[in-house]
Structures are given as C-alpha cells and as structure tokens.
C-alpha cells in the first residue's frame, strides 16, 4: 500500500506552472488573450471566440526565446521551504506538449529545441532533495497539442457554447498518442526524477471520450510499475471515466480553487491560484491577500485536505514583488502557527462561527484541539457547542498567554483575551481530556462521492 501520510500531514504544497507560455504571459501582438485568465491557454485562445488560434509555427518562435537567466532551483525552492510548502509541484509538461526534461520520447523540449538547454525538472529535483520538500509532477495526459493525435480544447459545450469547434483526433490516432507519448514521458520522469505524486489534469467528463477504462488503467498500472511510491490523483480521470472511480487513485483533485465545505474522508487537495491566472499572467493585477491564502489551509485542513497555492514565475525565471511578499507572509505564520496545521486532522465538530478546529491525536489518549480564531473580539467567549471531551487548559499558541475556559451544560467557552495575536488568524490550543473523534469515525469512512466537474 503506498504512503499517503506523507501528504495529509505536509497540508501546504507548492504548485508551479511555467513554460513557453509565461513568455506572452496572456498577451499576444499587444493583445490580451480571451475567454479567460489561463495564460497557459494562450496558443488556442488568443483571440479568442475566433477560432484556429496561434499557428504552430509562429507559436514555436517562443523556443527560441526560451533562455530564463533568472532561473535558479535552489533560490526557488528555499523561498517555498521559508513559506512552509512541504511538497512542490510543477508543470513538467502542459496542454502545448513542451516538455520541461530532456525527453528521448520528444524533441518538443526545453533541453532540445531552445538555447536554455538545462534539465529543469533535474535540478529541480536535485533543490528539492537538498531542503527536503517532496517533488511531484503535473503532467497533462489528455491534452497534447504537440503530437498529432493529442487531445484538443474540449470545444463547443453546453457551457461554453461560444468556444470554436474543434476537430478532434481519431481514437486510432489518439493511442498513438497515448502509447507513444504520453505513457512513455510518465515512465521517464519516474525513471528520471522518481516523483512521490503525479498530478494529472481533467476537469469533467468531456474527458471519457479518450481517457477511456482500459486507458486509464493502461496509464496508472505504467506508474504503478515503475514506482511502489508514487501518488496518483482523481484529475487522471477515474471520477468521470473508470467504472471503480475514485477507489483507485490515492488522492482527490478538487476543481480549480474549489474549496469544499464539508469534511471529504479520503486524502485530497485543492490546486488555487495567487490571482486569476495559473501561469504568469502580465494583466493580473489581483493578487488575493495571505489572509484569504491561509483561510484556504486552514478551512481545508479542518476538513482533512490540502491547499495547493499555484506560482507562475516570470518567463525568467523571476518571480513578482506580489508573491515574494505573500510568500513572506505565509511562511512568517506559519514559523509561529504551523503545529496547528501540519500533521492535524479534521474533527466531528461542527464548523464554528469564529473560525475553524483542527485535532492533534495525543500519545496518552488525550486530544489537542487547535482553535483557529478568524475573528477575535477581546473579552468576549468564543463556544464550542459540540464537545463532549472535558477541557483542560488553552492557551494562545503564538505567546502562549492563557485562556480562560469554562463549560456550560456541555458548551465550552473560551474568554478572548484583550490582545489579539494576529489580525489574520490567531490559534488557541485546547487540551482536552478523552478522544474527540475524526469525521470517519464519527461518520463511518464512507468512500468519497465523486466530487463536483466544473467548466472553465
Ligand atoms: O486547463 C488546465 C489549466 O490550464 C490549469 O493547468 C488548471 C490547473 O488546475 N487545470 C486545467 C483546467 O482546470
């Protein structure tokens, strides 16, 4: 059975997406790309509703301009490690079918067809090792727009009735695609880099008419051979696309910035973004602030997820002043606050009006609760109405001042004190006598409904 402890306890990732894309960074010839804000999308939606976007040919003029001279791996990942990431993610081959390796399986790569001509994802790798953060890969396996028979934008749809139509491959062609392509690069980047996860990316069930049960299977069982670690998430597909579903995938992807608001007992995350744009986008000007950034840990740990907040660095490897400080931010938090995320798991407990609770099972049988106060009002009682668990002390996490607690007919309540900790969120640890229980087992570890598609 693999490790997937690994990942629930590291709560915090780093997801990157950068690649030739990040040289237009959503402009093209002076013009802002259309549809949306996914820069990465540039080559098929540049003026977009018009339909044939960026010819291949004057797309791959963006090779020879490949040459990040800011590019630094350990810089890199030493800013995430100082941000409290524990694990890293990054584009290692998107939609366009650059691959960022010196793939054998295609010439379409950093190390082959531009003047950078570095292992990007090897010395990746090499950072990630020297400070201890997990690496993984996002690789898009339905999507190719490289090879001949890769999956095209899954246009028109009922949703997006304006996208241009797009003249799909031929199944025949697509597995020439599949088996050609995509499953060789997946075993080379295990045999390469040897991942703890891969990140495949679909997003609902236009996906079914390629990633079909026996491609799938296809697909895991090559990851599955070439590594007994290896994670494998639900964007590959099994939501939609497999008739066993999720139950073969070691974690759930939920759809981009979806933050669910019920617990999920299964280990699962969410991919979000800085802004409005996954890759660097030069027109995204908003920035989401490290408040909003850390509610999106903390609600998803208190539900037994992960928050996986997305970088686009410049074309050159830079990154802006904007996620340099945020960066900052969350990583100055989480020096002072991160016992009370990593490592913690949901509770039974109801959602408070003040904020969220996440549990720490102790070694004697007893539990520390920790009390994520969203909104601290001095000298006012903060309850928790649905802990049958006698408490012990609480105190603030940061200073450690004590908190005054009391119960009342079964309500806890907590005094704040007159000085707030932290005007983003402030942590109170509750110890309290006994086991609070998780929501499986509470609940019973029901399998995870298949979670919502989602239309971009
Ligand atoms: O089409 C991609 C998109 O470019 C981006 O990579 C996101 C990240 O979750 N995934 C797909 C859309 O959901």
Redesign the pocket.
């Given at each position: 059975m693999r490790d997937v402890k690994w990942f629930t306890d590291a709560r915090f990732g780093i997801?990157m997406?950068w690649g030739l894309y990040s040289i237009p960074a959503g402009v093209w010839k002076g013009k802002k790309m259309g549809r949306n804000w996914?820069s990465?999308?540039i080559r098929m939606q540049h003026n977009w509703p018009e339909p044939g976007g960026i010819p291949r040919e004057e797309y791959d003029t963006l090779l020879d301009q490949f040459n990040p001279d800011k590019f630094n791996p350990n810089h890199w990942i030493k800013q995430f490690k100082e941000a409290g990431a524990k694990y890293f993610l990054i584009?290692a081959k998107?939609?366009d079918g650059f691959a960022l390796w010196p793939s054998k399986v295609s010439e379409y790569n950093v190390y082959d067809a531009t003047p950078m001509k570095r292992d990007v994802l090897g010395e990746l790798k090499e950072a990630c090792d020297k400070h201890e953060i997990k690496m993984g890969f996002?690789y898009?396996h339905w999507?190719d727009w490289e090879h001949p028979g890769g999956g095209l934008p899954p246009w028109p749809s009922a949703e997006n009735p304006n996208d241009p139509p797009m003249m799909q491959p031929s199944q025949k062609l697509y597995d020439e695609y599949w088996y050609g392509k995509c499953i060789p690069q997946v075993r080379e980047l295990i045999e390469n880099y040897d991942p703890k996860f891969f990140?495949f990316?679909?997003?609902n069930d236009k996906s079914e008419m390629f990633l079909t049960e026996k491609r799938l299977d296809d697909l895991i069982g090559a990851v599955r051979d070439a590594s007994g670690h290896c994670l494998v998430n639900s964007?590959i597909g099994t939501t939609w696309s497999h008739p066993k579903g999720d139950s073969i995938v070691d974690y759930l992807?939920m759809?981009?910035n979806e933050f669910p608001d019920t617990q999920i007992p299964r280990p699962w995350e969410t991919?979000g973004?800085f802004n409005n744009a996954?890759?660097c986008h030069k027109l995204d000007y908003s920035w989401k602030s490290s408040e909003t950034l850390l509610k999106s840990l903390v609600d998803n740990a208190s539900r037994g997820g992960n928050f996986q907040l997305?970088i686009g660095p410049n074309a050159d490897g830079s990154f802006s002043p904007a996620m340099i400080r945020r960066l900052k931010e969350i990583g100055g938090w989480l020096i002072v606050n991160g016992e009370a995320v990593y490592g913690t798991s949901s509770t039974s407990l109801k959602d408070p009006a003040w904020g969220r609770i996440v549990k720490r099972d102790l070694p004697d049988g007893n539990t520390r609760l920790y009390c994520h106060v969203y909104d601290w009002v001095p000298n006012k009682n903060i309850d928790i109405d649905d802990l049958s668990c006698e408490p012990v002390k609480a105190s603030v996490l940061e200073t450690g001042e004590p908190i005054e607690v009391s119960v009342d007919k079964k309500i806890v309540s907590m005094m704040l004190t007159e000085h707030c900790p932290d005007d983003r969120i402030s942590v109170i640890v509750l110890d309290v006598i006994g086991k609070v229980p998780s929501y499986c087992e509470a609940f019973g570890d029901k399998m995870c409904e298949p979670h919502s598609t989602?239309n971009?």
């Open positions: 997801f997406h996914y990465e999308w584009t998107h939609h996002y898009s999507l990140w990316d679909s997003w964007r992807s759809g981009d991919s973004t996954w890759a997305n989602f971009f």
